[in-house]
């Protein structure tokens, strides 16, 4: 009977012993392995934000002292302008070469044909914004409405405005009263101008005999 009360002391101690170890409530008590990494979790999570992945993604580069200084440059200065020697070849896409086939196969039909009021062999078509006069079916002369905004002189578009025009084709070879003449090596482009508002009315462009 002594025996057995001493056994049982002895296992009684040894179960409190145990209890003690793992806590009262029998939880897990963490490997050091564990309780490392843990510690190592809460200290990255006190970390500053730079510290972090996107900042370790995105460095700072003034604070690398591998970082090269930025080299001085100097903008290379720009090229001179060209300016664009204009043969009269073309306006808004029509030659004075063209017949009137040339022309519809150009522009489309036009929406009105008439004749000169003066010259009655003098076929006029009528597009918006211009006129095409011609004379034994090929193309006498182009007159473009300064209501077109812009005109097209051998492929280059130009605003109808004096400035622009005198910009792009230079000083006119003679100044009448009611515009600017401009002539090339087989026609001419007049530039008609309201006498009070010095605003364009239209631009003619002709064979340079007729001029």
């Excluded at 009360?5 to 793992?22: A, D, E, H, M, Q």
């Excluded at 990494?37 to 604070?63: F, G, K, N, W």
């Excluded at 100044?175 to 006498?195: C, I, M, N, S």
């Amino acid at each position: 009977m002594r025996y057995m009360s001493i056994l049982g002391l002895v296992v009684g101690g040894v179960i409190v012993w145990t209890g003690l170890s793992y806590g009262g409530d029998a939880s897990y008590e963490a490997s050091p392995v564990a309780v490392e990494a843990q510690a190592s979790v809460a200290h990255m999570e006190t970390q500053p934000a730079d510290t972090t992945l996107a900042a370790l993604a995105s460095p700072d580069p003034t604070s690398s002292p591998l970082q090269s200084p930025t080299p001085s440059i100097t903008p290379a200065p720009a090229p001179s302008a060209v300016q664009t020697i204009y043969n009269l070849q073309s306006v808004d896409g029509i030659s004075l070469t063209f017949d009137q086939e040339d022309v519809v196969e150009q522009l489309g039909a036009p929406v009105q044909i008439t004749n000169d009021e003066f010259t009655v062999q003098f076929q006029i078509y009528h597009y918006p914004e211009m006129k095409i006069g011609f004379s034994e079916g090929y193309v006498d002369y182009v007159k473009v409405l300064a209501s077109a905004g812009t005109i097209s002189i051998d492929g280059q578009v130009i605003p109808m405005t004096v400035e622009a025009l005198v910009h792009e084709l230079g000083n006119p070879d003679f100044t009448a009263e009611d515009g600017l003449v401009f002539k090339g090596p087989r026609a001419v482009v007049k530039v008609f101008v309201d006498t009070e508002t010095r605003s364009i009315t239209s631009v003619d462009y002709f064979h340079r005999t007729s001029a």
